[in-house]
């Protein structure tokens, strides 16, 4: 395996010494450079409906929350395709709530309309969903599947999305692999009862399922879930639990460089969240090669509010799209041209 092992893994997180992490994000900076050079990729985030039918404590968007919801028309869904083709994205992500009416045929004309309308890459992110209708999207064209794992500790995972199990979620993404998809997944950091062995388990879990993408960002208290407001019984001792920090969060993005040397890894909103002013820039010298911009239409942005004040919310994606340029040119790298898949399988 590449990367630390798990007891190297847990060192890095418990450490605090700001001249020895700077030797972690020089290693974790260097790697990303040579696997996968310095081109950040553009995936153009298109949320296509907020309706959900899972209680996950976490999510603002949950099912049974009073919240105004949405659902992309497809004259909607036709622009946003445009607008990803005119900004020069090579990527769309279509993401969503598990919403019932984004049916299996509906999703399978999406693909096609990104496909040939706009020439896009598309990475599907619409929860668990069954074998036919994975296989019936990858026939369609769909050439990724993003589905975050949230945590790889079992027990926590029930207490996070209730009547879920972690095993089928992991099902889920060996199927897609099985399919030919290219695979994503992810965690949270910070999670009330989330302990830093179990957060090395996470890392370790990445390598093991060999993914071609992985998200990370911390966990951010939405207070109108059950995990809004961090209950006590909870937590754990404070020498246990993780914090959702940036410095927290960046210290996975470099570890999973280390242990997935040719993942593509986001910078990701809920990192700009927690660091509006750099955000994005730690991530992205810290292992980190994607950014994910929003292409949801204005009106639906704040409605997808699986946490509160998400960064970039109030942006237009031309605004996104020139802020985004002039802050990865600062960092002395450079916007990805065309799909940016797998670099290189691992060996
Ligand atoms: N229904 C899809 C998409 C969910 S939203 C799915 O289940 O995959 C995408 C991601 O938002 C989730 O995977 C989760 O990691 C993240 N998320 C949800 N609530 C969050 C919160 N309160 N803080 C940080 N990230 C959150």
Redesign the pocket.
């Given at each position: 395996m590449n990367g630390p092992d798990r007891s190297g893994i847990l060192a890095w997180l418990r450490e605090t010494d700001e001249s020895r992490l700077a030797e972690l994000w020089h290693e974790a900076d260097g790697v990303r450079r040579e696997r996968v050079g310095d081109e950040v990729h553009l995936r153009g985030l298109v949320e296509l409906s907020n309706f959900?039918r899972?209680q996950?404590r976490?999510?603002?968007?949950r099912a049974g929350r009073r919240l105004e919801r949405f659902r992309l028309s497809d004259d909607e869904l036709a622009e946003c395709m445009d607008l990803a083709k005119r900004l020069g994205y090579g990527t769309v992500v279509l993401?969503?709530?598990?919403d019932p009416e984004l049916t299996t045929e509906r999703v399978a004309g999406y693909v096609r309309l990104a496909k040939c309308r706009a020439g896009l890459a598309v990475t599907l992110?619409?929860?668990?969903r069954d074998d036919d209708e994975l296989a019936a999207w990858r026939a369609a064209g769909a050439d990724r599947y993003?589905?975050?794992h949230?945590t790889s500790d079992a027990e926590l995972y029930r207490r996070i999305r209730p009547g879920c199990e972690l095993a089928q979620r992991l099902q889920v993404l060996r199927r897609a692999r099985e399919l030919g998809y290219e695979v994503g997944s992810?965690?949270?950091v910070g999670i009330p009862g989330q302990s830093y062995e179990s957060l090395a388990d996470d890392i370790l879990l990445f390598a093991e399922l060999d993914l071609e993408m992985v998200?990370v960002?911390?966990?951010?208290?939405?207070p109108d879930?059950p995990?809004g407001c961090a209950a006590p019984e909870l937590m754990l001792p404070e020498c246990e639990q993780v914090p959702a920090t940036d410095e927290m969060t960046t210290k996975v993005i470099a570890l999973t460089r280390l242990v997935c040397p040719d993942a593509n890894i986001p910078a990701t909103t809920?990192l700009a969240t927690v660091n509006t002013e750099s955000g994005r820039e730690l991530g992205l010298t810290r292992g980190a090669n994607v950014w994910m911009p929003s292409l949801t239409p204005g009106r639906y942005r704040a409605l997808y509010e699986?946490?509160p004040n998400r960064a970039c919310v109030g942006d237009s994606a031309e605004s996104c799209q020139e802020c985004l340029q002039r802050r990865i040119a600062g960092l002395g790298r450079v916007p990805g041209r065309g799909p940016g898949g797998r670099a290189r399988r691992a060996q």
């Open positions: 959900c899972q996950c976490y999510c603002g968007i993401q969503a709530g598990e992110s619409l929860g668990e993003l589905l975050k949230e992810g965690v949270m998200g960002g911390p966990f951010i208290a939405h879930t995990l809920a699986i946490y």
